[in-house]
């Protein structure tokens, strides 16, 4: 089992900035893809980001593309989503996931591959 916490949301204003971050307990060496998705008041949960446990592999959403950044530090089992330039439409509820294994094929875009996830922090930008 992994167990996964995040930290780090809170108010901000449009323009702002806010680092996230995902605390990894358990069976960390089963944690090979981390990722950050986010869900909005009465929408889908949707990806943000997600990197490999090598560190080798990064990918966004479009609409976060420059201006969120995630990073591992697999020394001390943490993930973080640092997020600059934040807009309104950020506004959500963010979570951290866990992939248990690393799938080729799989896109780690979509929900369904993930095995873990944590139970979210929310991020509130004001305009």
């Known amino acids: 089992q992994v167990q996964l916490v995040e930290s780090g949301g809170g108010l901000v204003q449009a323009g702002g900035s806010l680092r996230l971050s995902c605390a990894i307990s358990?069976?960390?060496?089963?944690?090979?893809?981390m990722a950050w998705f986010r869900q909005a008041s009465g929408k889908e949960r949707e990806f943000v980001a997600h990197?490999?446990?090598?560190?080798?592999?990064?990918w966004y959403t479009d609409s976060v593309l420059g201006r969120f950044t995630i990073s591992r530090d697999n020394a001390n089992n943490m993930v973080y989503l640092q997020m600059n330039g934040l807009k309104p439409e950020d506004t959500a509820l963010y979570y951290c996931?866990?992939?248990?294994?690393?799938?080729?094929?799989?896109?780690?875009?979509?929900?369904?591959?993930?095995?873990?996830w944590g139970q979210g922090t929310q991020v509130t930008v004001s305009s």
């Open positions: 996931a866990a992939a248990q294994d690393y799938t080729p094929t799989y896109s780690y875009t979509s929900k369904s591959e993930y095995n873990y």
């Open positions: 358990g069976r960390t060496s089963r944690a090979h893809v």
């Open positions: 990197r490999t446990y090598s560190g080798g592999r990064s």
